[in-house]
């Protein structure tokens, strides 16, 4: 929730952010889950300027989401065509 706040974003905002994710966004993955069997998969998108941070266990059952803050690490994001997306 914190993360969220710091991006000024509602849960209702987060999951349309999440809804609109494209290949450009995704960074890494799958991942093993530290926490729990499965996997997961990282997402970086900008919103409203800033660089968020999104991790998504995605699975047969759904998409739950792991992370939602404001990216602070290095990207890979392979399918970006400008880097600064």
């Known amino acids: 929730m914190e993360g969220l706040a710091t991006l000024g974003l509602t849960i209702p905002l987060a999951k349309r952010e999440i809804m609109t994710l494209e290949v450009r966004h ?34 047969q059952q759904g998409c739950v989401c792991i992370s939602f803050h404001p990216s602070s690490g290095p990207t890979t994001l392979p399918f970006a065509q400008n880097k600064e997306e």
């Open 26 to 59: 995704y960074d890494r993955g799958p991942l093993p889950y530290k926490d729990r069997p499965g996997e997961v998969w990282e997402f970086i998108k900008s919103i409203d300027s800033q660089k968020a941070y999104i991790k998504l266990k995605i699975n």
